[in-house]
């Protein structure tokens, strides 16, 4: 492989596009060079401590105040209940619709799995091509993929709604999910191509001479080293899909397809006199899969973030 | 084989139908939608201008929306970033526990967009919620964050500040580009941790903060999940964003048309104000590899 291959990728991974000197630490298992202590440790100890008290007191005081039942919700402000009542999980499960939460479950897991599934084939497949391969329009194609990530996505709702309109795709999960088959969530592309550019080649080449082909190429030898970004892509777009909120909203019309935070949406706006323990009981354990997911993998998922430098 | 132009633009072709099918040819549709009028029943008919006329000159709720949006970023942006930054420097020491800090300050971030922490939210602000039960320890009346006009917009200012992970992780890393030399020679000179770090740690990560700020900015813009769950744009339309005034005419009023033109001056508004930031960024935002530039 001649130099000039690959000088503009490796010339391209120094100083990031927009400025940032974020992605230096790329490869696999950043190491943390940090400076000693030199201030007070008591004191840095009490500024985090208390910072983290506050933000994440009102998570495990909701915790708790699912299992309160609806009068003391209102009045206690510690955490931990007088007595433990799951009356509102078991309320809040069963919904005011004819369908329980699982099958909100369920339909939130069909849009999701689906979508990560594509998102990580189409995702690699161009980082891929973005990070070793030259190709005309190449500079233009990465400019356009990190100016679409500063693209405000709502200017494309309404039109995107006419084009699944178009199609009677309409109130099916296709809108959700066909999207992504084409690379389009291109902060994952960023973050891949980030990382496959601090990944020397070497071991590419050796594979090229023993008569490897780019499939084979990307399947045993990039796909293995890039395990820990993949992972990254998996469990954001997990998380980020679950939340989703609008997509859900603007496409899907029957209740039987909803996903969990249509559902929620709905057992908030109900009735008037929203029945707070059951809605808290069920807000909780619709987190769940996300919290869980995060504390599986927050140290792959936390340095994936922290290389590609987005997202927010 | 990397040469290989053909089998390079390959396995880009997926990206390329992508940004054409369900970017660009949207994006350009959006605009002459702009320019209709359009209800979904009926074709739509070629008005001209008529929309974006009725949008600066006689519709008040625009303005207000506007205002409001406006308002939202102001507060929102440098709030997050401001304590972003601020944790990252505090957090950014050889110290016990750091991995433990670091997740629970990210948490918040990639949790912070779903609906049930919005749910949990309006509940935390309702008038006997945690805010009011916590404020009445220390003897300060109830007040009703949802319904007073003050303090709705500070309910989903404080919910898009308290997630400040994302933006924090990356100025860890930043944080850990600065050399350590330099702290040890501001020492021996005397300076204290304040300077420290408004002459050191700041202007040596000036671009991160650029970055962090536009791409903060992009996302306060199009707020949608809180003021739609919390506030439902209330109290009168006090956090009626113009994300959620976009949503209302294009998908409850079906006023197409004029739904396009108001989300083509929401873009350009997040362009304006990234073109000012980058602008600007020339007389702030310092690049170390410009270092013998002396601009």
Redesign the interface.
Known sequence: MSREGQAPGRSQAGPHPLGGSTDVRVGRGASMILPRDRGNPLLRYIALGVVAVVMLYPLLWLIGASFKGNAEIFTEIGVWPSRFDFTAYAKGWKTSTEYTFATYFLNSFLITVPRIIVTVISCVLVAYAFARFEFWGKKFLFSIMVGTMMLPLIILRLPQYLMFKELGWLDTYVPLILPSAFATDTFFVFMLVQFLRGIPRDMEEAAQIDGCNALQLLWHIIVPLLKPAIISVIVFQFIWTMNDFMGPLIYLSTVEKYPVSLALKMSIGATEEVEWASVIAISVVALIPSVGVFFLAQRHFIEGATSSGVKG | ????????????L??????L???L???V??FA?SFTQYD?INPPEFIGMENYKELFGADPLFRKSLGVTMLFALLAVPM?VGFALF?AH??????R??NF???????????G?????A??????F?Q???VN??LA?FGIEPISWLADEHFSMWTIVLLFT??FG??M??F???L??VP?SL?EAA?IDGAS?RQQFFRITVPLIT??I???I???M??A??E??GP??ITEGGPLQSTYVL?LY??DQ??RFFN?GY??AL??V??AL?ALM?GISFWS?KYW?F???EKEQKR
């Open positions: 084989m990397y040469e290989n132009k053909r089998l390079g633009f390959l396995f880009v997926p990206f390329v139908l992508g940004v099918g369900f970017k040819f949207p994006f549709m959006s939608l979904v997050r944790i505090v957090l950014n020491f050889k110290m526990g750091i800090f670091r997740s629970a300050f990210y948490l918040p971030s990639i949790l967009g779903s609906i049930a922490v749910v949990l939210w309006r509940f935390i309702s006997k919620g945690l039960l916590v320890k308290w997630q994302s933006a992780v990356i860890l890393a930043a850990q580009n350590i702290y020492e941790k671009p991160v650029f970055f962090n536009i791409m903060q992009v996302h813009f199009q949608f999940n739609y769950m994300a976009i949503y294009s998908f197409l739904g396009a989300s083509w929401l873009f997040v990234s960024s935002v690049y170390s590899g």
